[in-house]
């Protein structure tokens, strides 16, 4: 994918602050501290353009960044365990969960996992909630290198067997070497063009 422009243009809480709906947009979703910005950055072949911390729970509302003035990628808040206030905590799922439902120019969402990690509770309720809207899903899992190729394969049939998916459906991504980048790509594409939203 050839990167011409990549900006960020605005953050919202709420759908009267959201971009004019004219674009296809396409939402990240993850634990906190899971490799998000870094994926972002790294499918745009930029350093900074979203912000990476080493303190889970920086972001906290929805970033919205335009993509060679074609569609928006939208960054959304980490879930998990990050340490922030609890009232923020709280509006977070709101704020998530009205985009998601409302958005007429959401293709779809990329969910990312920790490869060394087996996904919880929050992973299944939310794919749960994307298939309840026919919103559709693109698994992205990251860091895979912390985790030898064998420690690869072992971790995806895991997580593929925990979400009941297949081997397959699972991306293997490293924000450090680049794998994966343009596999990513083709599926966040074949999202775009989809007729269906």
Same mark, same amino acid.
Request: charged residues 25%.
């Given at each position: 994918?050839?990167?011409?422009?990549?900006?960020?243009?605005?953050?919202?809480?709420?759908?009267?602050?959201?971009?004019?709906?004219?674009?296809?947009?396409?939402?990240?979703?993850?634990?906190?501290?899971?490799?998000?910005?870094?994926?972002?950055?790294?499918?745009?072949?930029?350093?900074?353009?979203?912000?990476?911390?080493?303190?889970?729970?920086?972001?906290?509302?929805?970033?919205?960044?335009?993509?060679?003035?074609?569609?928006?990628?939208?960054?959304?808040?980490?879930?998990?365990?990050?340490?922030?206030?609890?009232?923020?905590?709280?509006?977070?799922?709101?704020?998530?969960?009205?985009?998601?439902?409302?958005?007429?120019?959401?293709?779809?969402?990329?969910?990312?996992?920790?490869?060394?990690?087996?996904?919880?509770?929050?992973?299944?309720?939310?794919?749960?909630?994307? @298939?309840?809207?026919?919103? %559709?899903? =693109?698994? *992205?899992?990251? !860091?895979?290198?912390? +985790?030898?190729?064998?420690?690869?394969?072992?971790? @995806?049939?895991?997580?593929? %067997?925990? =979400?009941? *998916?297949?081997? !397959?459906?699972?991306? +293997?991504?490293?924000?450090?070497?680049?794998?994966?980048?343009?596999?990513?790509?083709?599926?966040?594409?074949?999202?775009?063009?989809?007729?269906?939203?």
């Amino acid at each position: 994918m050839m990167i011409r422009s990549a900006e960020f243009v605005k953050s919202a809480v709420r759908p009267s602050q959201y971009p004019p709906a004219t674009l296809p947009e396409i939402a990240f979703a993850g634990r906190s501290n899971v490799g998000k910005s870094s994926l972002i950055n790294t499918l745009v072949n930029r350093k900074r353009l979203v912000k990476t911390s080493a303190t889970p729970g920086r972001t906290q509302q929805l970033n919205f960044f335009r993509i060679n003035e074609a569609f928006y990628f939208v960054d959304f808040p980490g879930y998990g365990y990050a340490k922030v206030p609890r009232f923020l905590k709280k509006q977070w799922k709101p704020m998530v969960e009205t985009y998601l439902s409302t958005r007429k120019t959401l293709k779809g969402v990329i969910l990312i996992i920790d490869v060394r990690r087996i996904p919880g509770i929050d992973e299944h309720l939310l794919m749960n909630w994307l @298939r309840h809207y026919h919103v %559709q899903l =693109l698994l *992205v899992l990251t !860091k895979i290198d912390k +985790l030898s190729r064998t420690e690869q394969m072992k971790q @995806r049939r895991n997580i593929a %067997q925990e =979400l009941a *998916v297949t081997e !397959k459906e699972l991306y +293997l991504f490293s924000a450090k070497s680049g794998w994966g980048k343009d596999a990513v790509w083709d599926g966040i594409l074949k999202m775009i063009d989809e007729e269906h939203s």
